[in-house]
Nanobody, 126 residues
């Protein structure tokens, strides 16, 4: 049984940093790409940061490039999202999800992902 748990969210001021963690158990972690998504109230879920199975390939949404960094520790079945210089528009529920390597579809294509966690809330105030 696959289980995904996100943590690390919180309420911070603009310009602050947060580090999110996501641990997924029950699957061969290194065989799965991991992606962070977020969803703001009233908006669709959007991809934020992607990491290949080994972590050697990463990709980011334009809105977070240069501020967010995704990394993974396959020995701990964990993927991280370091978020720096946070902005109020970064506010939302953050989720991580996985898909098997070689899955056809864009890196941030939500329907191609599974094993979603419950999310962790990030709120950035002015």
């Amino acid at each position: 049984q696959v289980q995904t748990v996100e943590s690390g969210g919180g309420l911070v001021q603009a310009g602050s940093s947060l580090r999110l963690s996501c641990t997924t158990s029950g699957l061969p972690f290194g065989d799965y790409t991991m992606t962070w998504f977020r969803q703001a109230p009233g908006k669709e879920r959007e991809g934020v940061a992607y990491a290949s199975g080994s972590g050697s390939v990463t990709d980011y949404a334009d809105s977070v490039k240069g501020r967010f960094t995704i990394s993974r520790d396959n020995s701990k079945n964990t993927v991280y999202l370091q978020m720096d210089r946070l902005k109020p528009e970064d506010t939302g529920m953050y989720y991580c999800a996985s898909r098997k390597r070689g899955t056809i579809g864009g890196r941030f294509s939500t329907p191609t992902y599974s094993n979603w966690g419950q999310g962790t809330q990030v709120t950035v105030t002015v």
